[in-house]
């Protein structure tokens, strides 16, 4: 049986989560589920009306799925800690000592699906970058190798997770009102698989999009530059029709690579108690004001880790006139239509 890490206070997990974090986490979830709704809504109304549905476009949905299945599991973690005594002295000093599947299938749930959203943002800002200058479809074999990254390496990771015994309740060091690494495995094996499932990739993606954004600002450089260089009259329809396409569609691509910044901005809470976690795990070193500071980044990623569907469904419905009018007038004409009917049966009666 593993024993808590020897630079862990037990007294610094007690009492640890309060209703606040539970009820962030409860409104974030909920918000993220309904939006991806929303945002599956969506996609279906503009398909019906004829509007040609790209393929980053179809990736979004896939990253959105991601979402919410992993709000879904943040939701039910924090049901859980309504009722659960995770924060006791006695199951503290236990250190867990026996199984909880739900926490365990939350814990899969929430690790697979949060895995699968980093995947996904990272495919569709490489997407981006690599058809910025060729819009055509990707190959086959390449979109089941996005499909394998962006599922089967999560789903490989996770399956290893549980077959190691190491998912489980960490006692919010480094979550929040859930389940993810069990805090009873050593130091080095906690902060290990902290990062192989979940933190390292995150990271990865933080640095790879950003990447992927300044090469494609770097290309559209480029091109505006060779523009001025070229005489556009001289060159034939064919490639005026590329060069202006070329001009003209980061408008559209712009909002697909802000994905990774919403990330960011939701997420750099948990990266940052993450790795003050593990440098105060590994180093024995009493980082100043640091149980302030935790309980306040906490409160900040307890809503910010389940939110990510919800901050897509603002960018790509709520904030998309486009979408926005589709939304409203598939809403609105529907209405109308039921207000009609009886009208229109009064008509008949009377006649």
Known sequence: MYKMGNNTDPGDLIDKINMLDIVLTLAGASLSILGAFVLFFAHYIRHKSGKPTDEVRQFLIFLTVADMFNAFGLLSGAARFLNSKDSTDDKVAACHRYEELGCIAQSYITTLFGMSSFFWTTIIAFHLFWTYEDNSPSSI????????????????????????????????????????????????????????????????MYFSCCAFYLLIKWRKIKIRRHRRKMNIGSLSPSQTAVQSDVETKPHEDIRFLLLWLIEVVLRIFGTIRYLTAAVRRHTAKEIKNYNTVDKVLLHFQSFGDSAQALC???????????????LKDNFFCNQKRSEKRPLLTRQTTVC
């Open 141 to 204: 074999k390449k979109t089941l190798l996005y499909h394998f990254i962006t599922w089967g390496i999560p789903f490989a990771i996770t399956t290893a997770a549980v077959s190691k015994n190491v998912l489980g309740s960490d006692l919010s060091v480094g979550s929040g009102a859930w389940c993810w690494i069990s805090a009873c495995l050593p130091n080095y094996d906690r902060t290990l698989w902290m990062t192989i499932s979940g933190k390292g990739w995150e990271i990865l």
């Open 312 to 326: 897509s469904c603002l960018l790509f419905c709520i904030f998309d006139k486009e979408i926005r009018n589709l």
